[in-house]
């Protein structure tokens, strides 16, 4: 079952920052945050992933709380072709299968 | 380099048939999965493979299925004899290492079984 919850959908408008929340109370301390999307009839793409500190890389920022039962996944300037199924799961490093749950369905409006 | 390869891209078969989808992963990767997205329904895990080995099989659905991994290349996922509710998008990804970064995907097989 998944271990996190996300809203199920969200809007933002084109050129602007999305932020994408999640919850994750139960996290463990030896699980990551990770971050998957899904646009429309494509493979899911991995984005981004964290532990504690807050990452960035050249598709997105993630933010997690200090007490790691939360994070947002912020797309810093989004297009339209950011609209997509956003998937925060969460997984321990280099053993768990990634389990996908509901997502948040992201609309990008122009 | 080439990213995950999945044909057929589509498949429409009857019920009753039998349907062999097949992924190309990266090369060199060791690690690979097979998921599945029935309409309406979340992705669903059905398998895991490192190398030739089957290292996760829990999320296959019934005996229906069959994967197989070839001198830990290219995978096959068949399906004999094909029901109405097999129908859906199969993906497939893998990854270097267990650990890594994340799972490359491929486009998926869609699959309507009439």
């Known amino acids: 079952d998944a271990k996190t919850t996300q809203p199920p959908s969200m809007d933002c408008a084109e050129g602007r920052a999305a932020n994408l929340p999640c919850n994750h109370s139960?996290?463990?301390?030896?699980?990551?945050v990770y971050w998957y999307r899904q646009i429309h009839s494509q493979g899911p793409q991995y984005i981004i992933h964290?532990?504690?500190n807050n990452e960035t890389n050249e598709m997105a920022s993630l933010i997690i709380t200090e007490d790691r039962k939360s994070s947002t996944l912020i797309l810093p300037h989004a297009t339209l072709r950011d609209t997509a199924v956003y998937y925060c799961?969460?997984?321990?490093?280099?053993?768990?299968?990634?389990?996908f749950g509901k997502g948040t369905r992201l609309h990008i409006l122009p | 380099e080439a990213g995950v390869t999945q044909f057929p891209s589509h498949s429409v078969i009857e019920k009753g048939q039998t349907v062999t989808l097949r992924c190309d992963p990266i090369s060199g990767h060791d690690n690979l999965y097979w998921y599945r997205r029935v309409m309406g329904k979340e992705i669903k895990f059905l398998l895991h493979f490192v190398k030739e080995s089957k290292q996760d099989e829990s999320g296959m659905p019934n005996n229906r299925f069959l994967a197989e991994r070839t001198g830990g290349t290219y995978s096959t996922l068949k399906v004999q004899p094909a029901e109405l509710e097999d129908s859906g998008v199969y993906f497939c990804?893998?990854?270097?290492?267990?650990?890594?970064?994340?799972?490359?995907f491929g486009s998926g097989t869609r699959l309507t079984v009439v």
């Open positions: 990804a893998s990854s270097q290492d267990v650990g890594n970064y994340g799972y490359t």
């Open positions: 139960t996290i463990s301390g030896n699980e990551y």
């Open positions: 964290g532990l504690k």
């Open positions: 799961i969460v997984r321990l490093f280099g053993y768990d299968k990634i389990i």
